[in-house]
């Protein structure tokens, strides 16, 4: 089987927690989906989800997302996944369950499009059973929320074609997913039995009386969890294993392992009791909050997380930065007869003040991120600057005209007020989602050879690149702001 270019359609058949962050991924990366759910309530559930993911996802990037793709709720299978590309699975967990809604896909379904099951535990070849084209099917475990957690674990059989599997993960890395193949089919696959094991040992410590709900949860999120986001596992204990490495780490700590500490074969009877105690403990640990305060509290601590790993790129930061450069194909032109869009984005809530508004050091960061793509236009990128040159800021002037909050999507133009030598004179003009002016920046950039540290002139290409704009913005009237300075009264 073969894939063709990535599909603009995709298909989600069961539309509840993880159906519906199917369809916010999708969606918000300018698919158009499809849902099947014989659900009467899956229209408002999947829009409660949409709303969260329309929140959280844009502020994980820097720069736009596609424009947002059509939804539509279909009455059947049939029509859903006609001319669908990938179809989604997310059906209850029960193997007949799933075996006839796969039936029904593969008979309505193009035969190159990837079907996809959501399944946390069976293995593909249990999928396949009966099916009519076995190698079409194959597992794509996600993580909820499927619109923030890029891990999507995919699992084929034997009967699966190599090729077909990389096309259909080069579609998963397009809508901003890591997908991780598994190599061999093993019931719930990885992440689940990790998930399992440390699963089994919460439950023994609520019913031996020795920890409650929170105390669980606070080990883990004070603790390693904070670990592994960024390291996993196995490179956590690598660091733990000091200059001798793991190795010595294994060396020193593996006979625990023999231990009687864990109860890990063993589960404890869920009787009734157990689970009340379970249910009484959540409860008084969360249940202040509503089921959607407590995702939105989750989205904003992911986002927090995930921006703050983009820096470094590790963990689903790394994801997050070959996404964010997968949609530069929608970054400015260099024309120089118009003013280019240097930012576009949404204001994240980490951005937001105490009144919910972008506070002024964000203001500033924006229009650094203004600053630093009109550099890119003119051929001082990251290439150039890794020569050994490059432009700094020597001063800067903010004006503030109006509110932007967060989940705003916000627009910077940059115009080009002198350039000469190794003075670089920029003025941007930031703009709300209803075009409105809400501030303007005024800033002079200085040409640095970076092993001097001394000014010095671009060189010839980015000298001939910023003259252009130069010349082409100098026809254009003085924008209203500029040359001001703190104080200055208006007229």
């Not at 089919?185 to 920890?211: C, K």
């Not at 929608?330 to 009144?355: E, F, G, I, K, M």
């Not at 490059?390 to 800067?396: L, P, V």
């Amino acid at each position: 089987m073969a894939i063709n270019n990535p599909p603009l359609k995709a298909a989600i058949i069961g539309g509840g927690v993880i159906g519906g962050g199917w369809v916010a991924r999708f969606l918000l990366n300018g698919w158009d989906v499809a849902v099947y759910d014989p659900d009467p309530e899956a229209e408002r559930k999947i829009a409660a989800v949409l709303a969260n993911a329309r929140r959280s996802l844009p502020a994980l990037y820097d720069t736009a997302l596609p424009a947002e793709g059509k939804l539509v709720f279909c009455g059947s299978v049939a029509k859903a996944v006609d001319g669908a590309r990938w179809v989604q699975e997310s059906a209850p967990e029960q193997l007949a369950i799933k075996h006839r809604i796969l039936a029904e896909i593969q008979q309505y379904a193009d035969k190159n499009a990837v079907i996809g099951s959501s399944t946390s535990g069976f293995k593909p070849s249990e999928l396949q059973e009966g099916a009519a084209r076995p190698g079409q099917i194959v597992v794509a475990h996600p993580f909820n929320p499927v619109y923030l957690l890029p891990l999507i674990e995919i699992v084929a059989s034997k009967q699966s074609d190599k090729a077909f599997v990389a096309a259909a993960c080069g579609i998963l890395r397009d809508v901003g997913l890591k997908p991780l193949v598994v190599g061999k089919e093993i019931d719930a696959h990885i992440a689940d039995r990790l998930l399992e094991a440390v699963w089994r040992e919460g439950l023994w410590l609520v019913n031996d009386g020795i920890a409650t709900t929170e105390e669980i949860d606070d080990a883990i999120r004070f603790g390693f969890g904070l670990r592994w986001a960024q390291m996993g596992l196995f490179e956590t204990y690598r660091i733990a294993g000091g200059e001798a490495g793991m190795g010595h780490f294994i060396a020193q700590f593996g006979p625990a392992l023999k231990w009687p500490w864990t109860k890990l074969m063993n589960v404890p009877e869920l009787t009734p009791e157990l689970i009340a105690k379970i249910a009484a403990q959540s409860d008084a640990q969360s249940g202040a909050l509503s089921i959607r305060e407590l995702e939105r509290l989750r989205d904003d601590n992911l986002v927090g997380m995930m921006r703050a790993l983009k820096k470094s790129g590790s963990g689903a930061g790394g994801t997050l930065n070959d996404h964010e450069k997968a949609l530069s194909r929608n970054a400015p032109t260099a024309d120089t007869h118009a003013l280019p869009q240097t930012v576009c984005r949404q204001v994240p809530q980490s951005w937001a003040d105490y009144n919910g508004h972008m506070n002024e050091a964000h203001y500033l960061e924006a229009f650094a991120q203004a600053s630093d793509a009109f550099m890119a236009l003119i051929g001082a990128d990251d290439a150039y600057i890794a020569s050994g040159k490059s432009f700094f800021t020597a001063e800067t002037h903010l004006r503030h005209l109006a509110e932007a909050k967060a989940g705003d999507t916000i627009t910077i133009t940059t115009r080009v007020l002198l350039a000469q030598g190794k003075k670089m004179h920029l003025f941007h003009t930031l703009y709300g989602k209803d075009g409105s002016i809400l501030a303007t920046c005024e800033t002079l950039l200085i040409h640095v050879d970076l092993t001097t540290r001394r000014a010095c002139n671009p060189d010839a290409e980015v000298t001939r690149h910023l003259q252009e704009f130069g010349d082409a913005h100098a026809k254009l009237a003085k924008p209203d702001g500029a040359g001001r300075h703190v104080g200055q009264k208006n007229g």
